[in-house]
Each structure stands twice: as structure tokens, then as C-alpha cells.
């Protein structure tokens, strides 16, 4: 297996909703990653998980909420969104925090209303 | 802060090489250049790296001048699902808790 599988592909949310995206990998893959993409924009990174362990977050605002409950899946749990929050989500994964081999899921379009 | 400079945009006639342009010029002697694509509404997608040499493999070329400060990606009979951004991307070759950052990119249409 050499994907990186995000659900759900779209999604809408209300502002005062809670949602949850899911990525789940199965490489053996210990980094994973969350990056953030608004149209005609590059992917800008929000979230680095290394062995399971929060190492970075590029002052993401706290509505935005990352989980790594186990190797193989990474969470992004969303609460109180923005419309502005409008974007494709994209998970990553590579071998470790230092390999530069990333495999990316195909993204979550999420829509806020 | 950008350490790679691209083109915004190229077109491409279908069945000819496409040459993706890429400068580089304070890369450092520890750092890779790598290539990523993306297709509209999907994730980026790793086409290839290089340190100093010539690289290649199935899906393209990678030239690195003798000074290492520019690049160039060549898709050797472009398709028109060639068509994507194409992000040059400088990283060290041992990046620890450098993870991967995207520039601009150039946006490649690929014309019948």
C-alpha cells in the first residue's frame, strides 16, 4: 500500500459545527503532515507529527485541533470555523521528520457556511 | 523566504520536451533539489531529487548545472496530463525538523 487516504473528499460545515478529517496511512511511515491550500495558492504547512508526537505547529489558530492517535492515522479535528477556513486540507506522510520522500492524499475540500 | 525562483507560467505542445526552469542560487552543498507536481484538485505528487548529478527516472529528467545554483526539469514528450504546477523545492539532506515548504511553483499547460 503507497497511498495516503484522506476522508471525507468534501465537506461542508456550518460555523458552529464539529468536524473531523481523517488521514490514515499504512508505509510504516513515521511523519505525517497537515498542510493547508487556498485556491491558485501553494500548500502552506499547519501541523508536523513525528513518531506520534506534535513537532510543529506553525501557530495555527485553536480551532484547528491536531490528533496522531496511532502511526498509521492523523486527525484534524475542526470546531468554530471561519468561512475564511475555506480550503483544500491536505495530509502528508514520509519516512521520518527527516526524509524528503512525501507521499500526499488527494485533500478534503472543505466548505464553511 | 524564498530560496527558489521559477517561472509562473510556460505552455508546452503536446508530444514535445517540456523544460521547467529552476533557480537556486544560494543553495548550500548539503541540500537536494526535489520536484513536486500537482494536478488540479489533487495532492502534490514527488516527480524526482537531485544533490549534483543528473537524475532520471520514469517520469522525468533533472539537470543541475556544474555550480549547482539552477535547475531544470525536463518531461521528455510532454501529455496533456502534464498538465500541473511544478514546485522546485531546495531541502537539506538531512532535514530534522525541516519539513517540506512550497514556493509559487509554474504553472505548465500542456496545449494540443
Known amino acids: 500500500d503507497t497511498e495516503v487516504t484522506q476522508t471525507p473528499k468534501h465537506l461542508v460545515m456550518g460555523m458552529t459545527n464539529k468536524k473531523s478529517l481523517k488521514c490514515e496511512q499504512h508505509?510504516?511511515?513515521?511523519?505525517m503532515y497537515w498542510y493547508k491550500q487556498k485556491a491558485k495558492k501553494p500548500p502552506e504547512l499547519m501541523f508536523v507529527y513525528s513518531y506520534e508526537k506534535l513537532s510543529i505547529n506553525e501557530s495555527v489558530p485553536s480551532r484547528f485541533s491536531p490528533e496522531c492517535p496511532n502511526s498509521s492515522l492523523l486527525n484534524l479535528h475542526l470546531h468554530a470555523l471561519q468561512p475564511e477556513d475555506s480550503a483544500l486540507y491536505l495530509c502528508?506522510?514520509?519516512?521520518?521528520?527527516?526524509?524528503?520522500?512525501?507521499?500526499f492524499g488527494s485533500g478534503t475540500r472543505l466548505t464553511v457556511v | 523566504d524564498a530560496k527558489t525562483t521559477q517561472p509562473t507560467s510556460m505552455d508546452c505542445a503536446e508530444g514535445r520536451a517540456a523544460n521547467l526552469p529552476c533557480n537556486h542560487s544560494t543553495i548550500s552543498g548539503n541540500e537536494y533539489v526535489y520536484w513536486y507536481r500537482q494536478i488540479h484538485s489533487q495532492g502534490p505528487q514527488y516527480i524526482i531529487h537531485g544533490l549534483k548529478n543528473n537524475e532520471t527516472n520514469e517520469m522525468a529528467s533533472l539537470i543541475i548545472t556544474e555550480d549547482r545554483k539552477s535547475s531544470t526539469l525536463i518531461l521528455p514528450h510532454a501529455t496533456l496530463r502534464d498538465t500541473a504546477v511544478y514546485y522546485c523545492i531546495v531541502r537539506p539532506i538531512f532535514s530534522g525538523n525541516t519539513p517540506l515548504v512550497f514556493g509559487k511553483g509554474t504553472r505548465l499547460s500542456v496545449i494540443a
Open positions: 508505509m510504516g511511515h513515521r511523519a
Open positions: 502528508a506522510s514520509s519516512p521520518d521528520q527527516g526524509a524528503g520522500g512525501y507521499t
